[in-house]
């Protein structure tokens, strides 16, 4: 049985959230909702093919990305996380920024998605807990432009465990509530795809679940999937051809019991949810 959290959708099984980039520039979509009428159109047909909640986020975190002003990222977001909340559909605001965070709250967002977990901006916290929302920290030691040189382990799940029961208890400390933390292990966040950091980490969901908090996966389109389904001279695959692999640990990670994916392509990650939740119903 997969945990619910207050204040987003709960089906009884793992939740589907679609991702909207609106960005010119993230790995696998940059550009394709940059326009904020296409982002809105975006989310709304997200909804109609199965997700629970949609992800909206305007900064990209794909390796080597440099930052965007304050300013900017507020113009990507607000406009669609209003128009999309005034219609009903739960919206998470994906950013490391408390004051972006603050203002998609306010426009009507549920979920604050940090991957920095609460290090890239200490007032991160504090304003969750003010607003009593939920809160992804996820596993991360620092920006997209150098993350892979930390990507150094002895023992990826350990360190990773241990990292992440540290920034709970620290995000807790600043008066977050614990029933409203889910926890993220990072996929391709200075984890390495020639060294099986991701594989591992999903082999050991466990793990993470040990934690106590619900977990969020989110593997749709990374490097270490290209890398997996590379050509036989080596070439990864791009990363918008590997949705079916996607697919396949979408069901793996929701039979292990993850509580949500993240995901670009819906539809077929909404399927293999149902599958996971009708063979677990099943046992």
């Not at 909804?47 to 975190?61: H, L, Q, R």
């Not at 930052?67 to 919206?91: D, Q, Y």
């Not at 991160?124 to 620092?142: D, E, L, S």
């Not at 997996?228 to 640990?249: K, M, N």
Request: aromatic share 4%; charged share 25%.
């Amino acid at each position: 049985m997969t945990m619910s959290v207050a204040g987003l959708p709960d089906p009884g099984r793992c939740l589907v959230m679609g991702v909207i980039n609106v960005t010119p520039d993230s790995f696998s979509d940059g550009g394709a909702w940059f326009d904020h009428d296409a982002a809105i159109r975006r989310g709304l047909d997200l909804v109609a093919e199965g997700a629970d909640v949609v992800d909206v986020g305007g900064e990209s975190t794909r390796p080597g990305a440099q930052r965007v002003s304050l300013r900017e990222e507020l113009r990507r977001v607000i406009p669609v996380i209003e128009t999309l909340s005034a219609e009903g559909v739960p919206v998470s605001v994906d950013t490391m920024r408390a004051e972006v965070a603050e203002a998609a709250i306010a426009a009507g967002a549920r979920l604050v998605n940090d991957v920095s977990g609460g290090l890239a901006d200490p007032a991160m916290p504090r304003v969750v807990a003010k607003a009593a929302v939920p809160y992804v920290v996820m596993h991360w030691r620092g920006h997209s432009h150098d993350m892979d040189k930390r990507a150094v382990y002895a023992d990826v799940v350990r360190e990773v465990r241990d990292e992440l029961r540290a920034r709970i208890e620290a995000v807790i400390d600043e008066g977050v509530d614990p029933s409203l933390l889910i926890v993220d292990p990072g996929l391709g966040f200075a984890k390495r795809p020639e060294d099986n950091h991701n594989w591992t980490l999903l082999a050991h969901l466990d793990a993470l679940l040990a934690l106590g908090h619900p977990v969020l996966v989110a593997a749709s389109r990374k490097r270490f999937l290209g890398r997996l389904l590379a050509a036989p001279d080596g070439t990864p695959r791009p990363f918008a051809e590997s949705d079916d692999a996607t697919v396949a640990i979408t069901a793996l990670a929701a039979r292990a019991g993850a509580w949500c994916v993240r995901v670009h392509d819906v539809r077929p990650n909404a399927d293999a949810v149902r599958v996971a939740a009708a063979w677990g119903a099943a046992r």
